[in-house]
């Protein structure tokens, strides 16, 4: 019996990457996309060959519908995915899940009583390029552990998406979950905020950038920066006793792209290169798995609050700095 997904919102990333996703998995069936503008989920069901809806609840009331994919804009998904579970749905929501550690909380739980899947999508860590790495630095590959540090910057995008609207949650949700998460799977889950900067939009209420310092208790340090107004780059490095390991294209790489490790040493640089994975697919394959009881998902939970946790204690304890104009900023802001 497949998962019968609907999708909440005619998303860009829903389009591109996992509408396709979903139709090419055997055991998922896609079943309707809803939107709020009734056109926009005809072009979507007759691009995908699924029924339209008007209206996100409408989706969330259809029996015939166990799963939900919710790409909203971040701001958005706390409320979403409450209907959708209390509407008795299976949830694959977009990252973050919440806009706070509070929401996160409570929304797992919320997911444990119903008995309901409820995971974030955090595809990246599906794959295996960072086990790897995880396994070089067990194995004394760089030796001892001193720091670690990882940007994901994306260039600037229309002034229109929602990245620069309050509704989107602006760079510290929506990109700097990355590299944190990452500090966090590598560097264990004692972790410390010791230092934070956001470049904060006054004009469009958002932030575009920031960076953070972070500290395990074996005195590991993260440089974390991340941001919606660079040039592309996502990719992390440790840096050891006896070395240092490069992981480029950490966060998206497409389903096509080979990995290729970089471990410099005195001796010189060895290339560790991995086959092409699909993170999207593996995603997936993991959503079915918990929803058929196959999978266990309470980890990956945990994570998911903890990460909310550590995203909340960066925007409190950041020094906030004021952007000056830019191209993208309103007319008239001074
Ligand atoms: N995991 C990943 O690799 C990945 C990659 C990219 C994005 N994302 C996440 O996916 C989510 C969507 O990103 P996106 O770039 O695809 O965004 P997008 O194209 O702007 O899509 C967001 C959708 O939300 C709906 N929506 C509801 N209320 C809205 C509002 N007030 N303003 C704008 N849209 C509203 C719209 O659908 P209707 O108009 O059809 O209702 C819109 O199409 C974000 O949470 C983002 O962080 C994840």
């Avoid at 600037?156 to 998460?181: E, M, T």
Wanted: negative net charge.
């Amino acid at each position: 019996m497949p998962v019968r997904f609907g999708v909440l919102g005619c998303a860009e990333i829903a389009q591109r990457r996992t509408i396709p996703g979903l139709l090419a998995h055997p055991d998922i069936e896609l079943v309707a996309v809803a939107s709020r503008d009734a056109n926009k989920a005809a072009r979507f069901a007759a691009e995908f060959g699924c029924a339209a809806m008007t209206g996100y609840q409408r989706l969330l009331d259809d029996d015939d519908i166990s799963a939900i994919y919710l790409p909203l804009p971040a701001m958005l998904h706390a409320d979403w995915v409450e209907r959708a579970l209390l509407a008795g749905k299976h949830v694959l929501v977009e990252k973050p899940l919440g806009s706070s550690h509070f929401q996160a909380v409570e929304l797992t739980e919320l997911a444990r009583e119903k008995r309901l899947v409820l995971l974030e999508n955090m595809m990246f860590l599906q794959h295996s390029q960072h086990r790897r790495a995880a396994e070089l630095l067990a194995d004394g590959a760089i030796g001892e552990l001193r720091s670690f540090s990882s940007t994901f910057t994306i260039p600037p995008k229309p002034p229109d998406d929602i990245r620069y609207q309050a509704a989107g949650g602006g760079a510290l949700l929506d990109i700097g979950c990355y590299p944190v998460r990452t500090a966090m799977y590598f560097l264990g889950d004692d972790l410390t905020v010791d230092g934070a900067v956001l470049r904060h939009d006054r004009a469009r209420g958002v932030v575009l950038s920031g960076a953070a310092l972070l500290t395990n208790a074996a005195g590991v340090i993260a440089h974390l920066n991340f941001g919606l107004e660079h040039s592309y780059r996502s990719d992390y490095e440790f840096a050891g006793s006896t070395g240092r390991l490069v992981v480029d294209r950490a966060f998206t790489p497409p389903p096509s792209y080979a990995p290729v490790l970089r471990l410099h040493r005195q001796s010189g640089t060895d290339e560790i290169a991995l086959p092409p994975e699909d993170q999207f697919q593996a995603m997936l394959n993991f959503f079915v798995a918990a929803v058929r009881g196959d999978e266990e998902t309470s980890t990956s939970v945990a994570e998911t609050v903890r990460l909310a946790r550590m995203l909340d204690t960066i925007a409190i304890r950041a020094h906030t700095v004021y952007t000056r104009p830019g191209p993208y900023c309103e007319p008239g802001f001074n």
